[in-house]
Nanobody
Framework: QVQLVESGGGLVQAGGSLRLSCVASGGIFSINTMGWYRRAPGKQRELVATIGSAGSRFTISRDNAKNTVYLQMNSLKPEDTAVYYC???????????????WGQGTQVTVSS
């Protein structure tokens, strides 16, 4: 069974940094792409980064050998407070087609 497990969230002061990790496991044949979304209280889910995208404060990277994606977040602001979700578009047993899989989310709270 496919699992995406995030870690690295927590409470940080404004201006601080956090590094999120997400490990995909379970019957994976191939991973097309991985990325991060977030949902802030009272707001819709928004895309944070996908592999290949470039940001000023957030940097995404991937370790293919470990089926892991990272999100380095610097200069955090209170408005970055949200639940951060990892996703992966991949082919995994027992399916032959690609599907999007999601992690359970990790809370990031930035205090002012």
């Amino acid at each position: 069974q496919v699992q995406l497990v995030e870690s690295g969230g927590g409470l940080v002061q404004a201006g601080g940094s956090l590094r999120l990790s997400c490990v995909a496991s379970g019957g994976i044949f191939s991973i097309n792409t991985m990325g991060w979304y977030r949902r802030a209280p009272g707001k819709q889910r928004e895309l944070v980064a996908t592999i290949g995208s470039a940001g000023s404060r957030f940097t995404i990277s991937r370790d293919n050998a470990k089926n892991t994606v990272y999100l380095q977040m610097n200069s955090l602001k209170p408005e970055d407070t949200a639940v951060y979700y990892c996703y992966a578009r991949m082919t995994a047993w027992p399916h032959a087609d690609e599907y999007d899989y999601w992690g359970q989310g990790t809370q990031v709270t930035v205090s002012s």
